[in-house]
């Protein structure tokens, strides 16, 4: 992927792209396949074990991030649950303020397991807010894509993943449904 996401931010892009919306492929279809990803990326001990209910928060909350980031494109709205949702999840896995050695708080989870590396994802993205990178974090629209990818642009417009290939598919489908009215319109006015 060309547009990877700054320092830790870029564990949750990686999260959120677990499932690929142009197979459409699930990464995280099991218990195992989970308890796998999140020993590959240093969020869960190996001896940690993985629930079909564990599978299904995980899922949701990967979903709800998705929404958020989907909405950060300019004039699409946000599910009025999906905050709600994200509070619970934020609660769930006990999130809290902790202070370093030097004074500087941050937010981490205080749970192992399963909670607490969905915690730290959660944490990941509150920091992202404090650092301005999260309202970067955007979804492509595309129905048959839905990656996220980090808007590198300066003005923070980016649409698409990747313009060479959902923005031109995006492109096509719009021109192509522009001359199928056209010529609606036309036989219409001879008709």
Same mark, same amino acid.
């Given at each position: 992927?060309?547009?990877p996401a700054?320092?830790?931010?870029e564990?949750?892009?990686?999260?959120?792209?677990?499932?690929d /919306?142009?197979?459409?492929v699930?990464?995280l279809?099991?218990?195992?396949?989970?308890?796998? $990803?999140l020993?590959?990326?240093?969020?869960?001990?190996?001896?940690?074990e993985i629930?079909?209910?564990d599978l /299904?928060?995980t899922h949701?909350?990967?979903e709800?991030l998705?929404?958020v980031?989907?909405?950060?494109?300019?004039g699409e709205?946000?599910?009025a649950?999906?905050?709600l949702y994200?509070?619970d999840?934020a609660c769930?896995v006990?999130?809290r303020?902790?202070?370093?050695p030097d004074?500087?708080?941050r937010v981490e989870?205080h749970t192992g397991g399963?909670? /607490?590396?969905?915690g730290?994802l959660l944490a990941?993205?509150h920091e992202s807010?404090?650092? /301005?990178? $999260?309202?970067?974090m955007?979804?492509?629209?595309?129905?048959?894509c839905?990656?996220?990818?980090?808007?590198?642009s300066?003005?923070?417009?980016?649409? $698409?993943c990747?313009m060479?290939?959902?923005?031109n598919r995006?492109?096509?489908?719009?021109?192509r449904t522009?001359?199928?009215?056209?010529a609606?319109?036309?036989?219409a006015?001879?008709?």
């Amino acid at each position: 992927m060309s547009n990877p996401a700054p320092g830790d931010l870029e564990l949750v892009r990686r999260f959120v792209n677990t499932f690929d /919306g142009e197979g459409p492929v699930e990464e995280l279809d099991s218990p195992r396949a989970l308890h796998d $990803w999140l020993v590959a990326n240093d969020l869960l001990q190996d001896s940690e074990e993985i629930s079909e209910f564990d599978l /299904g928060v995980t899922h949701a909350l990967r979903e709800a991030l998705r929404a958020v980031m989907l909405s950060h494109h300019a004039g699409e709205e946000l599910d009025a649950m999906v905050p709600l949702y994200l509070d619970d999840a934020a609660c769930r896995v006990g999130l809290r303020v902790r202070f370093g050695p030097d004074g500087s708080p941050r937010v981490e989870a205080h749970t192992g397991g399963i909670d /607490g590396a969905l915690g730290r994802l959660l944490a990941i993205v509150h920091e992202s807010i404090g650092d /301005g990178t $999260w309202e970067r974090m955007k979804v492509c629209p595309a129905d048959d894509c839905q990656v996220a990818f980090f808007d590198k642009s300066r003005n923070r417009s980016a649409v $698409w993943c990747d313009m060479q290939v959902c923005g031109n598919r995006a492109k096509v489908r719009g021109y192509r449904t522009r001359q199928v009215k056209a010529a609606r319109g036309g036989a219409a006015a001879g008709a």
